[in-house]
T-cell receptor, first 113, second 118 residues
């Protein structure tokens, strides 16, 4: 069963605007969340993470928001750039079950000039 | 930042042969390594979790006799696909972590291995 869900397979945003990628999870034991960027035939590249004790983490153009009560997190990219075009994966892990990352199916972001 | 080297990046093998994929953490000691498999346009599916010096823990549906994992040191884990068949063709990715310090070290991924079995 898919414990991490990214319900939007694709997103198109104009350069300079905000990109918002969403992720939902079902396992309440998840306590650490990450976002990765990935290109075909390459490994995922880490973008930003957040612990369950926080509700926001910011790093440059990237901000992750966590809403534990809704079991929802989102990644905001501001301003979006054409180089941000890639597939973005949301991942979550639980410290009480092996720490392995559970991935969503990804959202393909296209930033147009 | 943390670097994980995975090789080979691509391998083509004949059906029935075995293939070994290496995953090395270059600048940190990884207590745990994870092996994933990704089908085209699909998510990364966890195959197994490997802790240094102990047997790997396989996910349900993953044949441990087919996908042999060895984690002999804190910097090296190997995945051997034994008696490969065309349906084993996939993209395999490793990840290394110091899980108890994940807030600091996070999870670093290798660049992946494209396996094609002919």
């Amino acid at each position: 069963d898919q414990q991490v869900k990214q319900n939007s397979p694709s997103l198109s945003v104009q350069e300079g605007r905000i990109s918002i990628l969403n992720c939902d999870y079902t396992n309440s034991m998840f306590d650490y969340f990450l976002w990765y960027k990935k290109y075909p035939a390459e490994g995922p590249t880490f973008l930003i993470s957040i612990s369950s004790i926080k509700d926001k983490n910011e790093d440059g153009r990237f901000t992750v928001f966590l809403n534990k009560s809704a079991k929802h997190l989102s990644l905001h990219i501001v301003p979006s750039q054409p180089g941000d075009s890639a597939v973005y994966f949301c991942a979550a892990s639980a410290s009480n079950s092996g720490y392995a990352l559970n991935f969503g199916k990804g959202t393909s972001l296209l930033v147009t000039p | 930042g943390a670097v994980v080297s995975q090789h080979p990046s691509r391998v083509i093998c004949k059906s029935g042969t075995s293939v070994k994929i290496e995953c090395r953490s270059l600048d940190f000691q990884a207590t745990t390594m994870f092996w994933y498999r990704q089908f085209p346009k699909q998510s990364l599916m966890l195959m197994a979790t490997s802790n240094e010096g102990s047997k790997a823990t396989y996910e349900q549906g993953v044949e441990k006799d087919k996908f042999l994992i060895n984690h002999a040191s804190l910097t090296l884990s190997t995945l051997t696909v034994t008696s490969a068949h065309p349906e084993d063709s996939s993209f395999y990715i490793c990840s290394a972590s110091r899980t108890r310090d994940r807030d600091v070290y996070g999870y670093t991924f290798g660049s992946g291995t494209r396996l094609t079995v002919v």
